[in-house]
């Protein structure tokens, strides 16, 4: 079985992607953790996360017979870091998270996988009977800890997957199997002392290390929540640098990913005009036909439209450019009540600016 696993790696290899390992259908062993952390409340809204717990906990729920899991890791990572601050920064430019801007990564992966596995049922010959479950992101495993497990990366303190030599900018696909194959051992590595991600959070949404509290992070915030940004988080959404959807404050500050961060070759990960060149503004003005001509096949529709512009009408309440405020009072007049009430809200708050000088202390 040792020649057919680096077969398979070999395969995976050519296919595109860009870590492969093997890891036994074994229970997690974080099941107490999740199920506390589930407990807690901090899946928030995401139902998924907590259907099916003990399914999601067991491989072996997901196929009869399970023996190995192949997990796969394939690079997004498409430019420079970016933020308030930095040359690349636009004041009026819509910043989307990196694994957005690209081609969904669902249907990549998804299709790439299939190959994988077919490959695999080819190399072992009609005999075996090899069956296998092909998952993306969307399915009732824990990705991390079985990448972790196959020896793709260890966890951060931001609750990340972080490969020493590429950072954490990549996706997780995974195939379980009924094949008994040789495991890779797990991956190991740590933190150290760094703190980074805890202490840029914008939200503290990294409660302590390797606990995160979604309800908190703006990539749950800008995507996951359907309904209001609660008003507490506002302000960080408007001061976070025009992050629209999704966030990759703490993958930017992590050391790994500023030393050791690739850019990715694949064609189907290089940003799209939408996701690369978009003003908040015109945002705003995109009605249902051109939100959908613009993010065709990008991972930016599951925000919906009402979604993705109720976040720019947050993120224009700091904005400082006098067309702001037209932008904003012609979305009052939005079809979506979303989009409306959120466009008064950051209308409230340029006027208030506006109207309350600014101290000596704080222009000092």
């Not at 960080?236 to 404050?249: H, M, W």
């Not at 009052?332 to 600016?353: C, G, S, Y």
């Amino acid at each position: 079985m040792h020649e057919l696993a680096e077969k398979i790696k070999g395969r995976a290899l050519a296919l595109g992607f860009d870590l492969v390992g093997i890891a036994d259908a074994s229970p997690s062993v974080f099941a107490e953790a999740y199920r506390d952390w589930v407990a807690q409340g901090y899946a928030g809204e995401m139902a998924y996360l907590t259907r099916n717990l003990e399914r999601r906990l067991d491989p072996r729920e997901l196929l009869p017979d399970a023996r190995s899991i192949i997990v796969v890791g394939m690079n997004y990572y498409a430019d420079a870091e970016e933020g308030p601050g930095t040359p690349l920064h636009d004041e009026t430019q819509a910043v989307f998270a990196r694994y957005a801007r690209g081609d969904d990564y669902h249907d990549v992966m998804t299709a790439r996988l299939r190959e994988l596995l077919a490959f695999l049922q080819a190399e072992a010959g009609a005999e075996q009977d090899v069956q296998g479950r092909v998952y993306v992101d969307t399915g009732p495993l824990l990705e991390r800890e079985v990448a972790q497990r196959a020896g793709l990366g260890w966890f951060g303190k931001n609750t990340m997957l972080i490969n020493t030599r590429r950072g954490s900018y990549f996706f997780l696909g995974e195939i379980v199997t009924n094949l008994a194959l040789p495991p890779d051992e797990p991956a190991v590595g740590g933190c150290g002392t760094c703190t980074r991600c805890l202490d840029a959070c914008p939200t503290g949404a990294i409660l302590e290390p390797y606990k995160l509290d979604a309800r908190r992070c703006l990539s749950y915030l800008t995507i996951e929540l359907k309904g209001d940004l609660p008003e507490e988080f506002r302000p960080a959404l408007a001061e976070a640098g025009n992050r629209i959807y999704g966030c990759d404050i703490c993958q930017e500050v992590c050391p790994f990913n500023q030393r050791r961060a690739i850019p990715t070759d694949d064609p189907a990960y290089p940003p799209r005009e939408a996701t690369a060149t978009s003003k908040l503004a015109d945002l705003l003005l995109m009605d249902d036909e051109a939100f959908q001509r613009a993010f065709k096949g990008s991972p930016v529709k599951r925000a919906k439209r009402r979604g993705l512009l109720r976040n720019v009408a947050v993120a224009l309440a700091a904005s400082d450019d006098p067309e702001t405020e037209i932008v904003l009072e012609a979305a009052l007049n939005d079809p979506e009540p979303l989009v409306r009430e959120h466009a008064e809200w950051a209308l409230q708050q340029i006027r208030f600016r506006q109207i309350v000088p600014v101290s000596a202390d704080q222009e000092g």
